[in-house]
């Protein structure tokens, strides 16, 4: 769904607002489509204007999808 808002409708998936978006609302997360958000340069920590990170829509929603967000963040270089 992600690459379809991505490829037909020219979202940014490197604008973190749409990882927010995906963290806030979503109730099955995929691994591979945090790292695609992240591939492209989305941060997880970067605020919101509801001055909310996707890390913190995680560990609300889900605290174990919260953990592998952060282990993904590692490796693509973002720390809080």
Known sequence: ????????????????????????????YSYETLEYFLERGANPYEKDERGKCAMDYLHEQSPEWAEKLQELAKKYGHEE
């Open 1 to 28: 769904l992600i690459r379809y808002f991505v490829e037909e409708y020219g979202y940014d998936a490197s604008d973190s607002r749409y990882l927010c978006t995906y963290c806030s609302g979503v109730e099955k």
